[in-house]
């Protein structure tokens, strides 16, 4: 077979990781530490309003209903996650959505480590969706919005009772300042600011409900729970976690870094310009895939693919003939091409997921940028194919 010519223009930002996510347009390191309080207590006045800001920044911009509260948390979007599990789990039936690596994962926890009695698992594979209607609105129900590893996202929140006496945890990582969320069928919502926002690591966002505080507030676990995972004192909620008051130590660096993000958002027009930026990628990128032989997308259901974490599968007959092993290793040398050419970084798919491809198509990526990616990944393909 003929090779294409390589492609001459490249991506300005060639980061398309889908964590840590590319960075805003326009980011500058040395403009960031100028407004970060380093070498300073985040307990004083100055920098714990700045958590504060970044707190009332995120629900403002979110557009988190009022009588919910918004806290920032250690250990990124798991962190989170993990806190609301230990904590509120046990008092209602349990049912968990798996449908790639992290909604397995919060399975795993539910199932082995807290040992819970009525707990039911709602899986389906990587690109499906498990049965939404199956969920039972007296049980405490645990969800991604979207599937960072698969490229999967539910498509609204409809399947969920709005007079259910469960609990809905969402973990949202990817899919906040990227999708709208229906906060009234939400009641803990997660996520981390180096996903959508193109943020540091190690800081999760922890959002709950009213009717999360009042499960904080009325029920004890009967197991030990770690200072790290406590969200109440004497019963009642411990309301400095939702004022700036963080649990441990942040990253000061991290922090600013975050309000620099909310700040470039609130400057583009907030959450409506975040998602128009999100779709336009990820029209630009399945516009492409609809139009060429040798990939599709993960996810068969277009109303189910999201517009961050877009998942892709080749399926050139040569390639879809291979073994799963030796899939991952085609992959992998296009991935290698890429990177050397810097055309693009860090697209490899998720490592449990099927062989296959991830580029991140959130708001901090450049629609000109994903332009410029895809006539790379034609002579990547073209190149790898050709070396077999």
């Known amino acids: ?5 390589m492609p001459q223009v490249k991506p300005a930002r060639p980061e398309f990781s889908s964590g840590p996510c590319p960075k805003r347009p326009g980011y500058s390191l040395e403009a960031l530490v100028a407004k970060a309080f380093l070498g300073r207590s985040h307990r004083a006045a100055e920098p714990k309003a700045q958590l504060k800001r970044v707190i009332d920044m995120t629900a403002a911009l979110l557009e988190v209903p009022a009588d919910y509260r918004v806290g920032i948390v250690p250990a990124s979007d798991t962190g989170a996650v993990e806190m609301a599990l230990w904590s509120m ?3 209602n039936p349990v049912d968990v959505l798996s449908w790639e690596s992290f909604g397995a994962g919060w399975a795993t926890d539910v199932t082995k480590q807290l040992k819970l009695d009525d707990v039911r698992v709602l899986d389906a594979p990587y690109g499906d969706l498990p049965n939404l209607d199956a969920v039972r609105p007296d049980a405490d129900v645990i969800f991604t919005w979207n599937g960072t590893t698969s490229g999967a996202r539910v498509p609204n929140a409809d399947w969920i009772a709005a007079d259910r006496t469960g609990l809905t945890i969402c973990d949202a990582t990817s899919a906040a300042f990227a999708q709208k969320l229906d906060w009234p069928k939400l009641d803990v919502v997660t996520f981390s600011w180096q996903k959508a926002m193109g943020g540091e690591g190690a800081h999760g966002v922890l959002i709950l409900s009213p009717r999360a505080v009042e499960r904080l507030e009325s029920f004890t676990p009967d197991r030990p729970l770690p200072k790290i995972f406590r969200l109440t004192k004497g019963g009642k909620l411990i309301e400095g976690i939702f004022k700036g008051e963080t649990i ?3 990253s000061m660096l991290a922090v600013a870094d975050a309000e ?3 700040d470039w958002i609130d400057g583009l027009g907030g959450l409506s310009a975040t998602c128009a930026r999100a779709d336009a990628n990820f029209a630009a990128l399945q516009d492409w895939v609809d139009a060429t032989d040798w990939i599709e997308n993960l996810v068969p259901v277009a109303e189910h693919r999201s517009n961050t ?6 399926t050139d007959p040569q390639i879809a003939a291979l073994i799963d092993d030796d899939q991952k290793a085609f992959t992998k040398s296009m991935v290698k091409l890429l990177e050397g050419e810097a055309a ?6 998720y490592r449990d997921a099927p062989a296959g491809l991830r580029i991140w198509c959130g708001a901090t990526v450049d629609t000109s940028d994903i332009q410029a990616l895809l006539p790379w990944l034609d002579w990547a393909f073209a190149t790898a194919k050709a070396n077999l």
Do not use: E, H, Q, R
Not at 1 to 5: G, K, T, V
Not at 344 to 349: E, R
């Open 1 to 5: 077979m003929s090779l294409p010519a």
């Open 89 to 91: 789990l046990g008092p």
């Open 248 to 250: 441990n130590t942040p």
């Open 260 to 262: 620099d993000s909310l």
């Open 309 to 314: 974490s877009v998942c892709l599968k080749i």
């Open 344 to 349: 693009a970084y860090d697209i490899n798919g």
